[in-house]
């Protein structure tokens, strides 16, 4: 995974390359598992927080999110993906993404965004000239300004290359249950690739800086770029020192005992949360009660 900022490209790390599905598995829910905490946090502050993810077709933006959003609370995310835009839509370019933003306490999740008139509509000529230039010289301000104003905002950029694509297309066109994800536009969009990667250099030279950088990841596996996804949004909004790849399953289940009271079969999350209570009554109480958590396996104490 790769991480840009302005013309520099600074290179982050991403430990999955050619993980197994039993490790992915493992992974994924301890990922998730960190994730429903930042989301947590997210909506007891009352945060505000935009992810967006951006790519060609068929590069994995749609199940990305799926497994992000998996395991959070549907009341605290929402995930949008606009479609053809109106005429007017299309004149007030910016206006048609403010009003999808996240108010306070929320994280929303854009399937391709804003920038999408900095990729496909110039590639395939769905906007002018004068309108592309126009958001180029504009977006950056803009998102600084959101920025300011206390939005964290995150631009993934998901990139695959021809080969894998033309095999994700095979795949959809020869499954009944993915079939409609083709389009004649996927066709056509595909046969002007060198165009879009000309725009897409062309957006990573002007719409990135330090404070509203972009992050590039190769998402010719699905499985590598759905974990680094994850990795980077835990590192950068909550557990910043999250080891990967400790093996370590989040579905093993906990005792906690509290003043002899045990409460079995809690998950990592529910323990600490437990614990959190008590630690608190704590604070409120000079009565001290007795916590003690046991190891999944082994029965015992741990200290």
Same mark, same amino acid.
């Given at each position: 995974?790769k991480?840009?900022?302005?013309k520099?490209v600074?290179k982050?790390e991403?430990?999955?390359t ?13 990922? !998730?598992l960190?994730?429903?905490?930042i989301q !947590?946090?997210v909506?007891k502050?009352? !945060? @505000? +927080?935009?992810?967006?993810f951006?790519? @060609?077709d ?8 799926l497994?992000?959003t998996q395991?959070?609370?549907p009341?605290?995310? @929402?995930?949008?993906d606009l479609?053809i835009p109106?005429k007017k839509e299309?004149k007030?370019?910016f ?14 999740? &854009?399937d391709?965004?804003w920038?999408?008139r900095?990729?496909?509509?110039p ?8 309108q592309?230039?126009? &958001?180029?010289?504009k977006v950056?301000?803009?998102?600084h300004?959101?920025?300011d ?5 995150v631009? &993934?950029?998901?990139s ?10 095979q795949?959809?066109?020869s499954d009944p249950?993915?079939?409609?994800? &083709?389009?004649?536009n996927?066709f056509h969009? @595909? ?5 879009y990667t000309k725009?897409?250099?062309q957006?990573f ?5 330090p404070?509203?950088?972009w992050v590039l990841?190769n998402?010719n596996s699905?499985k590598?770029?759905?974990l680094?996804?994850m990795?980077y949004?835990v ?5 910043k020192?999250?080891v990967?790849?400790t093996g370590?399953? +989040? ?9 002899g009271v045990?409460?079995?079969g809690?998950n990592?999350l529910q323990?600490?949360v437990l ?11 000079h009565?001290e009660?007795?916590?003690e958590i046991l190891?999944?396996l ?5 200290k």
């Amino acid at each position: 995974m790769k991480k840009l900022t302005g013309k520099k490209v600074v290179k982050i790390e991403a430990p999955y390359t050619g993980i197994s599905i039993k490790d992915y598995n493992i992974e994924k829910r301890r990922l !998730q598992l960190e994730l429903l905490t930042i989301q !947590q946090k997210v909506a007891k502050l009352g !945060q @505000r +927080v935009c992810i967006c993810f951006d790519g @060609r077709d068929a590069a994995g933006k749609g199940s990305t999110i799926l497994r992000l959003t998996q395991s959070l609370m549907p009341k605290y995310f @929402r995930t949008i993906d606009l479609g053809i835009p109106t005429k007017k839509e299309s004149k007030y370019w910016f206006h048609r993404y403010e009003q999808h933003l996240p108010k306070e306490g929320e994280i929303v999740f &854009f399937d391709r965004s804003w920038y999408n008139r900095a990729l496909i509509e110039p590639t395939m000529g769905y906007c002018s000239k004068s309108q592309y230039e126009y &958001f180029i010289r504009k977006v950056l301000d803009w998102e600084h300004k959101l920025i300011d104003n206390g939005l964290k905002l995150v631009k &993934f950029y998901l990139s695959v290359d021809p080969e894998h694509q033309l095999y994700r297309f095979q795949e959809r066109l020869s499954d009944p249950l993915k079939f409609w994800k &083709f389009s004649e536009n996927d066709f056509h969009a @595909r046969k002007k690739w060198e165009t879009y990667t000309k725009y897409k250099e062309q957006m990573f030279t002007h719409t990135a800086s330090p404070k509203s950088p972009w992050v590039l990841i190769n998402s010719n596996s699905r499985k590598e770029s759905r974990l680094t996804t994850m990795l980077y949004i835990v590192r950068n909004f909550g557990n910043k020192k999250f080891v990967p790849l400790t093996g370590k399953d +989040v579905t093993d289940t906990y005792t906690v005992e509290v003043n002899g009271v045990a409460f079995k079969g809690l998950n990592k999350l529910q323990m600490s949360v437990l614990s959190e209570l008590m630690e608190d009554h704590e604070n409120h109480d000079h009565s001290e009660p007795k916590i003690e958590i046991l190891d999944p396996l082994k029965g015992s104490a741990v200290k």
